[in-house]
C-alpha cells in the first residue's frame, strides 16, 4: 500500500465525525476504525481556515476509481443525510471515509471489509460548503 497523502479536516467535521466513530455499530466498526486513524493523522483545522480544494463534510466531489477506471460524482454525508441528498456518499461507506480531507489531485489507496481496496483519485470538488463560507453545515 502506498504511504496516504496528508490531509486537513474542519474541527466541526472531526468532531462530528469522532461521535459517529464512538456511536459505531459491529457492522460499522470496520470503516470506524479506519476513519479513526484517519482523523488520528490529520491536520484540523478551523472551518474558516479548510483550503478550497479539500474534501469536507457535505462537499460535492468528482473522484475516480482508478482500478475500475470509473469516474464518480457524489456528495460526501453523515448516513443520517443519505436518503435527502440524490448522490450521496455516507463518510462511513468505506470509499467515503476514504476521501475526507483529501486535496484535488490526491490519491490514496484505501482498505475495503473484503480485504481488498479500492484506488482513488480526487479529481474536483464541485461545491464545498467552507467555499460558500457555511462554516457550520
Not at 490531509?7 to 466541526?12: A, D, G, S, T, V
Not at 486513524?37 to 481556515?49: A, F, I, K, S
Not at 475500475?68 to 436518503?83: A, W
Not at 490526491?106 to 481496496?117: A, E, R
Request: aromatic share 4%; proline share 7%; charged share 30%.
Amino acid at each position: 500500500m502506498q504511504s496516504r497523502p496528508p490531509i486537513i479536516i474542519n474541527r466541526l467535521d472531526a468532531d462530528r465525525l469522532q461521535r459517529l466513530i464512538d456511536e459505531a455499530s459491529d457492522k460499522d466498526l470496520f470503516v470506524a476504525d479506519a476513519l479513526e486513524q484517519e482523523l488520528e493523522r490529520g491536520e484540523v483545522v478551523d472551518p474558516e481556515e479548510i483550503p478550497e480544494d479539500v474534501v469536507s463534510m457535505n462537499s460535492r466531489v468528482q473522484f475516480t476509481d482508478l482500478a475500475r477506471g470509473r469516474q464518480m460524482i457524489r456528495t460526501l454525508v453523515y448516513p443520517r443525510s443519505m436518503g435527502e441528498v440524490e448522490d450521496a456518499i455516507s463518510v462511513m461507506a468505506p470509499v467515503g471515509a476514504g476521501l475526507i480531507g483529501m486535496r484535488v489531485g490526491d490519491t490514496i489507496d484505501w482498505p475495503l471489509p473484503d480485504g481488498g481496496q479500492v484506488h482513488l483519485r480526487v479529481d474536483a470538488i464541485l461545491w464545498q460548503p467552507e467555499r460558500e463560507k457555511q462554516y457550520h453545515r
